[in-house]
């Protein structure tokens, strides 16, 4: 006999149990972004971002994954994911994408960010501020594409869209966004660009992480020997951000920010509506 594919949806306890890591995630990663500066090593982020995640009863997912002992992806310049936690000491005006995820009960949150160190020269500065806002920029507006779209490949349309209006730039298609929930990368993949099809239905049940990640140059890349850390083939900065959203019957809400996503999603029209 042939077994069922499980379903993408989630139930609404399920969708319940998702909002305690989803907040873990975004306290751990507020807890980092606090100490960015220059001087601070990659390592000594990994940390705060651990006992932040245990302290809060959860645990670090990306410990989880086979083969990865560390609870931060700290990606930095031409660096566009998976960048491993380190000796490396952060420098005035670098570009550092941090990742992380935590698991309470079997469920899961994933979610990014990317900050300019403070300091450095200020066109560089300036160039990389532009990456990393543009790249924001167009994840806000796949969660508020999600929030009206019949299927999901509307959101991989938005997030394209959002970006080619602010310059040119690389969208990143080897990485995509992905479905979140019992393990932190499920079905359904969530694109950042345009594909044929439209999709799976946006329905309520529906638990996804979107993820842009976007060059200022070209999106070929290659993985260094370390077999995790992907960088750009041409040297070029890169930015990535990340949030985890639930679709429920009242609307959507991103569960990897404290307020669900209402302040970044108010200028685009969009109310999140906290998970039932």
Same mark, same amino acid.
């Given at each position: ?37 220059? =001087?601070? /090593? ?11 995640? #245990? ?23 031409? $660096? ?12 005035? !005006? ?14 899961? !949150?994933?979610?990014?960010?990317? &900050? &300019? ?16 806002? /543009? ?29 080619? $209006?602010?310059?040119?730039? =690389? ?14 990368? $499920? ?8 594909? #044929?099809? %439209?999709?799976?239905? &946006? ?13 200022? =140059? ?19 900065? %890169? %930015? ?13 809400? &991103? ?22």
């Amino acid at each position: 006999m042939r077994r069922r594919k499980p379903s993408i949806y989630k139930s609404p306890d399920e969708l319940r149990a998702m909002v305690r890591p989803g907040l873990l995630t975004a306290q751990a990663l507020d807890a980092v972004r606090a100490a960015v500066r220059a =001087g601070t /090593t990659t390592a000594e982020l990994d940390a705060i971002a651990e006992r932040t995640i #245990r302290d809060g009863g959860g645990i670090p997912n990306f410990q989880l994954v086979p083969g990865y002992r560390h609870t931060l992806c700290v990606s930095v310049n031409d $660096e566009i994911v998976h960048g491993i936690p380190g000796a490396r000491v952060l420098q005035a !005006g670098d570009i550092v994408s941090v990742d992380a995820g935590a698991e309470v009960d079997g469920w899961n !949150g994933d979610s990014a960010f990317t &900050v &300019v160190v403070p300091g450095g020269d200020p066109a560089v500065a300036a160039a990389r501020q532009k990456l990393s806002d /543009t790249t924001e920029r167009a994840l806000w507006h796949g969660i508020a594409a999600l929030a009206h779209a019949e299927h999901l490949h509307e959101v991989g349309a938005a997030v394209e869209d959002a970006i080619d $209006e602010t310059g040119a730039w =690389g969208i990143v298609e080897d990485f995509t966004g992905h479905g979140i929930g019992r393990s932190m990368h $499920e079905e359904p993949p969530v694109f950042n660009y345009r594909v #044929r099809g %439209a999709g799976p239905a &946006v329905q309520p049940g529906l638990a996804i992480a979107i993820e842009p990640m976007v060059t200022a =140059g070209t999106i070929d890349s290659s993985t260094d020997a370390d077999g995790w850390t992907v960088r750009t083939l041409d040297g070029s900065d %890169a %930015a990535h951000w990340e949030h985890s959203v639930a679709v429920h019957a009242d609307g959507i809400w &991103v569960l990897t920010a404290a307020d669900g996503g209402a302040a970044s999603l108010a200028p685009l029209g969009v109310t999140p509506v906290p998970v039932p």
